[in-house]
């Protein structure tokens, strides 16, 4: 049972175009979600987060959405760059102390120049 | 931040055998984790590494099998056991920092495992 997934395997867009990285999850327990990005051969980079209690959060090019009713949220990448190509994972955890993450299967990034 | 280092970090192996990988932190870290990525599927954690005690598996994997230690607050290591082809993945380590948060983890970079 895949609790958090992203249904687009793979994504293009060119170089100073919005990315938009989509991502549902079904548990509704979830209430911390993040966003990881992975080049070859490295292990993924801890990139954004949102807590439950917001729907938006901001940092720099990126913006992660929530839509908590929805059970979806999404990740925005303005102005998207060549080294913005990578695999974004979105993850998904309950609150308080320790808890699993759960990981999306991935979609795959290429900004095109 | 962590800086996570994995060794080997990439390694073809021979059905049966074992094959421990190596995780060493550059800075004392709270958690330690171990997951597994294959191909075309999403990062699935494997176990708590919790120093000084046995490890804490997820469902579906168990101590037999996948063997963990973690003598300190910086080392881990994964041992895959009795290797079939089912079990070529790419394995990771992460760790999360004290005093942060326990789901902003730090990977290191993975360690490719083919068993043929």
């Known amino acids: 049972d895949q609790q958090v997934k992203q249904n687009s395997p793979s994504l293009s867009v060119q170089e100073g175009r919005i990315s938009i990285l989509n991502c549902d999850y079904t548990?509704?327990?979830?209430?911390?979600f993040l966003w990881y990005k992975k080049y070859p051969a490295e292990g993924p980079t801890f990139l954004i987060s949102?807590?439950?209690?917001?729907d938006k959060n901001e940092d720099g090019r990126f913006t992660v959405f929530l839509n908590k009713s929805a059970k979806h949220l999404s990740l925005h990448i303005v102005p998207s760059q060549p080294g913005d190509s990578a695999v974004y994972f979105c993850?998904?955890?309950?609150?308080?102390?320790?808890?699993?993450?759960?990981f999306g299967t991935g979609t795959k990034l290429q900004v095109i120049p | 931040s962590a800086v996570i280092s994995q060794k080997p970090s990439r390694d073809i192996c021979q059905r049966g055998t074992s094959l421990t990988i190596q995780c060493q932190v550059d800075?004392?870290?709270?958690?330690m984790f171990w997951y597994r990525q294959q191909p075309g599927q999403s990062l699935t954690l494997i176990a708590t590494?919790?120093?000084?005690?046995?490890?804490?598996?997820e469902s579906g994997f168990v101590i037999d099998k996948f063997p963990i230690s973690r003598p300190n607050l910086t080392f881990s290591t994964l041992t895959v056991s009795n290797m079939s082809p089912e079990d070529s993945s790419i394995y990771l380590c992460?760790?999360?920092?004290?005093?942060?948060?326990?789901?902003?983890?730090?990977f290191g970079p993975g360690t490719r495992l083919t068993v043929l």
């Open positions: 800075s004392q870290v709270t958690m």
């Open positions: 548990n509704s327990m979830f209430d911390y």
């Open positions: 993850a998904a955890t309950p609150s308080g102390g320790y808890q699993k993450v759960t």
């Open positions: 949102i807590s439950s209690i917001k």
């Open positions: 590494a919790n120093q000084g005690s046995e490890a804490t598996y």
């Open positions: 992460s760790a999360a920092m004290a005093g942060g948060p326990y789901n902003e983890q730090f």
